[in-house]
């Protein structure tokens, strides 16, 4: 009994590509059949006249994968440092498997193109120097980036309180200047709000209120309640009179965080002032 005799393709022909000269076409029986990086041409030793068996083709295409995977993630480095899990989801958007992906990374990783503890280092110093966001803020991007909880954790701890803190005054100080027309109170408020979407954690955001010092002299301390009571009279005004409205007013503003002598004095402007304009 004859054996069956198989036919296995041979390469035929090899041309380089015209747009990237570090790829070939590779043509099995006279026919197109795939293409290849330089260095996976050179490591299988493919030339013309050499048989290749369809195993043969898949592991070529399979390596050739993970070579295009690897330069496309190193472009991809070339612009900024990245974390795994970004590079991972980039692949992914390029149409790479995941057995692909995970060989590229272990490349990257062999090669000191990719660590997550450096990513994270350098992500934090870089906000550090650029923004005024704290730890809870600065923990969530990473997470968002893939980071694991333990780098996140030692990075962060890496930060003392005392920078910590330091940052977050300066957080308040910049709430203090831009609302110079309201109340001590109101700023406290509006600096606890502002700390607290910045990512200050409850002791920082409780250390600077506990120091909270606004010295202001006696024409910012008149615009700051006379600023409130035109605003509340303005509201109040259309829908009060007489007892009642003085005594609304003065609700509002002592909420407001202001003296009652300093809201009889406001009351009793806007009421000269109401009064001229008759």
Known sequence: MEKEVL??????????????KERYNIFLDGKYAFSVDEEVLARYQLGKNK???????????????????FNKALVYLSYRMRSEHEIQVYLKE?????????????????YGYVNDSEFAKAFVNTQLRTSDKGPR?????????????????????????????ERAQQVMEKVI???TKQSKLQIKKKGQDTLSRKGY????????????????????????????????HSK?????????YIQRMKQTLFRKGFAME?????IEHIKTEESRQE
């Open 201 to 232: 954690e409850g002791p920082v955001v409780n250390a600077v209120l506990s120091e909270l010092h606004i010295e202001r002299d006696v024409d910012e301390k008149w615009a700051a309640i006379y600023s409130q009571a035109k605003k509340a």
């Open 137 to 165: 803020h600065l923990s969530n991007a990473l997470r968002e980036k893939g980071i694991s909880p333990s780098i996140i954790e030692e990075t962060l701890e890496a930060v003392s309180e005392e920078e910590w803190l």
């Open 94 to 110: 390029q149409e790479m498997g995941d057995a692909s992906i995970e060989e590229v990374l272990h490349k990257l990783r062999k």
């Open 236 to 244: 109040l005004s259309r829908k009060y009179e007489d007892y009642e």
């Open 177 to 179: 200047k831009k609302n």
């Open 51 to 69: 048989e290749l068996t369809d195993f043969d083709i898949g592991e070529i295409e399979y390596d050739d994968e993970i070579r295009k995977g």
């Open 7 to 20: 036919n296995v393709p041979i390469i035929t022909k090899i041309t380089q590509q015209q747009k990237n």
């Open 262 to 266: 300093e809201i009889d004095q406001a």
